[in-house]
């Protein structure tokens, strides 16, 4: 069945990075895009980033443009996301998603905690 599961999140000081893995399986990654979405306390999900199959960027959030870096690796069927320059507002769940055919999956989430 398809699994993807996040990990990396934690708690870092505002101007500091981190970088969230998720890695799937149960289906062919490489055919897939993959995106991250995040949900704040209080907050409807929205989505961070989307990477096409190949590895293209094809949505990025403005609130994160030019901090935010989304990337896979078809060879370990994971993406990732790389967070520099975070402040307390990104301080939410991050989620991996993927769709296949009309089914969307969702992983269990990655906590990201932003404070000093």
């Known amino acids: 069945q398809v699994q993807l599961v996040e990990s990396g999140g934690g708690l870092v000081q505002p101007g500091g990075s981190l970088r969230l893995s998720c890695a799937a399986s149960?289906?062919?990654?490489?055919?897939?895009?993959m995106s991250w979405y995040r949900q704040a306390p209080g907050k409807e999900r929205e989505l961070v980033a989307t990477?096409?199959?190949?590895?293209?960027?094809?949505n990025l959030a403005g609130s994160v443009k030019g901090r935010f870096t989304i990337s896979r690796d078809n060879a370990k069927n994971t993406v990732y996301l790389q967070m520099n320059s975070l402040t307390p507002e990104d301080t939410a769940v991050y989620y991996c998603n993927t769709r296949l055919t009309s089914k969307t999956y969702w992983g269990q989430g990655t906590q990201v905690t932003v404070s000093s």
């Open positions: 990477i096409t199959s190949v590895g293209g960027l094809a």
């Open positions: 149960g289906f062919t990654f490489s055919m897939n895009h």
